[in-house]
T-cell receptor
Framework: DAGVIQSPRHEVTEMGQEVTLRCKPISGHDYLFWYRQTMMRGLELLIYFNNNVPIDDSGMPEDRFSAKMPNASFSTLKIQPSEPRDSAVYFC????????????????FGPGTRLLVL | TQLLEQSPQFLSIQEGENLTVYCNSSSVFSSLQWYRQEPGEGPVLLVTVVTGGEVKKLKRLTFQFGDARKDSSLHITAAQPGDTGLYLCAGARAGGGADGLTFGKGTHLIIQP
């Protein structure tokens, strides 16, 4: 398997522009996560899906952020309009999560999208 | 307030030295994972610990889960430059479901040749 695929790897845009980040999870994984990573705040969970259904979006910073998962092999994270404070590395991860008895499977991360909003 | 506190935040040591980094919480976890993240890449799972007091070894890395399942440590023996990276712990709280997973902010480790 190719692992989790994210595109683009780098994105530079101007404030106010729409940004769309894409993710293809590992086939067969039924959980998909979107994270944002900065030096100040570390790795923050934005939203996660189970079987393509959004379960918890409480980490989404504001209404400018939206995420979709139209099918089991594709998800998008959209920022509209983008702001300089959105600059960060955005990771997508997929997992089988709970294996039973409170034991969790590994989260497999993509390489990330490095977003810079000028 | 960070649910999982990792310390130290930064550590720079010479090749060949030993080190220990910590992951602490006031919450009880059903399992805890350690990830390593190299520059420009996503985190990669190193180990999952489940039982209080459990010790797992991965070559020169030794992972321990606290008896009360509230904390964990990672010990590296004879550190090498290839160990450089960001070490993240992630805890799964009792109750199940993906919302029980929390990541610490990590320890940035640099091993100097």
């Amino acid at each position: 398997d190719a692992g989790v695929i994210q595109s683009p790897r780098h994105e530079v845009t101007e404030m106010g522009q729409e940004v769309t980040l894409r993710c293809k999870p590992i086939s067969g994984h039924d959980y998909l996560f979107w994270y944002r990573q900065t030096m100040m705040r570390g790795l923050e969970l934005l939203i996660y899906f189970n079987n393509n259904v959004p379960i918890d979006d409480s980490g989404m910073p504001e209404d400018r952020f939206s995420a979709k998962m139209p099918n089991a092999s594709f998800s998008t994270l959209k920022i509209q309009p983008s702001e300089p404070r959105d600059s960060a590395v955005y990771f997508c991860a997929s997992s089988l999560i709970e294996l039973g008895g409170g034991v969790y499977g590994a989260q497999y991360f993509g390489p990330g999208t490095r977003l810079l909003v000028l | 307030t960070q649910l999982l506190e990792q310390s130290p935040q930064f550590l720079s040591i010479q090749e060949g030295e030993n080190l220990t980094v910590y992951c602490n919480s006031s919450s009880v976890f059903s399992s805890l994972q350690w990830y390593r993240q190299e520059p420009g890449e996503g985190p990669v799972l190193l180990v999952t610990v489940v039982t209080g007091g459990e010790v797992k070894k991965l070559k020169r890395l030794t992972f321990q889960f606290g008896d009360a399942r509230k904390d964990s440590s990672l010990h590296i023996t004879a550190a090498q430059p290839g160990d450089t990276g960001l070490y993240l712990c992630a805890g799964a709280r009792a109750g199940g479901g993906a919302d029980g997973l929390t990541f610490g902010k990590g320890t940035h480790l640099i091993i100097q040749p």
